[in-house]
Structures are given as C-alpha cells and as structure tokens.
C-alpha cells in the first residue's frame, strides 16, 4: 500500500536557520504529494502541494521539489522565523484511492529566537 | 467565508461509554472525511463521505464507531463503547469532491481521552 515517511524530530532550529524535513514515500504510479502544517491549537493547513515529477511547490518562503528518482519530496525554507513552530506533516494522494491523504508521522518544528 | 467546524472540542470519558462527535463542513462542500490522530502520529482516515453516501470506511472500526452525514451536509461520528486505544484527535475535513484530488479544509478537532 502506498506509505509516507518523514524524518523523526523534534527539530529545534535558531532563528534565520535553514531547515530541511525530509519526506520520502512509496507508491506506484503518480501520487500527488503535499506539506500540510499544523499549529498549535489549530487545524491543519495545507502549505505547499505538487502533482506531477519535478514540479516545485512553494508558499511563505517554503519550497518542495517532487523528485520521483528518488520518491521524495523534502520540505526546505531558507530562513525560519519563531511563527515557523508548527507541526508538518507530508502526505500523499493517489490516483486509485480518489482522494484520500495518507500522511507521515508528523516533524515538529521548534524556533528558538 | 467559514471554515469546517467541530464540537465539541474536548471530551474526556470512562472507557465503555459512549461519545458523539459533531462536523459542519464548508458550505457546498460535497466531500467530507473523519481522520483519527494518535498522539505522535499522522491522522489516518476512519471515513469518506460524497455528499450522504460512504465512500471509504475500510479503516473505521465497524464493531464500534458509526459515522452518518444526514442530508449529506453535517455529520456525527459516535465510538461505543470506547476503548483505551481511542484516545486521540478526531478531525473533520471537507472539500468540493470529484474522483479525484480536491484541497481538503479541516476543523480545529475534537481531543478525546479514555479514562
């Protein structure tokens, strides 16, 4: 079945930081792959989606590359800010299981100012 | 315009009884999902509803919990008798529908613990 895998955390990160959450996944085919961001005391938020390979998803300075070569799908911002703490969480669609998301376990994301 | 809303919030039971869980979607949203999130875990679906009819439930807990969107516009999702295990976050989501991928929307969830 298909499956989502994210690096484990926390990650804590200073201020101006550069952060990288990897995310890797096993499907056949073609799935659509997103970062939905949780934060606290709020529900979740998509943050950046890409649907075909080498596609680049980007929102709030965030960015994703859609590596299929690879089946990854890391998350990347080149500067965090503390409003940046959140939960992330990577996810998966596939086209045989209509809409459903299969996501990963989830990163948290600390920003120390 | 409003976003997906639950109730209640929290909810805190003895393990064997009963408890409901309600979702109001985005208006004109056709879609709507209940994910269960485990602590230390990403939500994993329980239940897709298009407008009144089950879509995918082949990973709700038959047994206990029951879900049913009258009118295919709000929906109850009830767990009896609760386990241990249930503890969790309980999220609604909702989008507009069709076979394929469509931004899904989610509610704040509702932090059930068994006691």
């Known amino acids: 079945g298909n499956s989502v895998t994210q690096m484990e955390g926390p990650v804590t990160l200073s201020e101006e930081a550069f952060l990288t959450i990897n995310c890797t996944y096993t499907?056949?085919?073609?799935?659509?792959l997103f970062w939905y961001v949780q934060y606290p005391g709020e529900g979740l938020q998509l943050l950046l989606k890409?649907?075909?390979?080498?596609d680049k998803g980007s929102n709030k300075g965030f960015e994703a590359t859609y590596r299929k070569e690879t089946t990854s799908f890391h998350l990347e911002k080149g500067s965090v800010q503390v409003s940046d703490s959140a939960v992330y969480f990577c996810a998966l669609s596939h086209p045989t299981s209509g809409s459903r998301l299969t996501f990963g376990e989830g990163t948290q994301l600390t920003v120390n100012p | 315009e409003a976003g997906v809303a639950q109730s209640p919030r929290y909810k805190i039971i003895e393990k064997r009884q009963s408890v409901a869980f309600w979702c109001n979607p985005i208006?004109?949203?056709?879609?709507l999902y209940w994910y269960q999130q485990i602590l230390g875990q990403g939500p994993k679906l329980l239940i897709q509803f298009q407008n009144n009819g089950v879509v995918d439930d082949s990973q709700l807990p038959k047994d206990r919990f029951s879900a049913e969107r009258l009118k295919g516009v709000d929906s109850t999702l009830k767990i009896q008798p609760a386990k241990l295990e249930d503890s969790a976050v309980y999220l609604c989501?909702?989008?507009?529908?069709?076979?394929?991928?469509?931004?899904?929307?989610f509610g704040p969830g509702t932090r059930l613990t068994v006691l």
């Open positions: 989501a909702s989008s507009e529908g069709g076979p394929s991928y469509n931004e899904q929307f």
């Open positions: 208006s004109g949203h056709a879609t």
């Open positions: 499907a056949t085919g073609y799935p659509s």
């Open positions: 890409a649907t075909k390979a080498d």
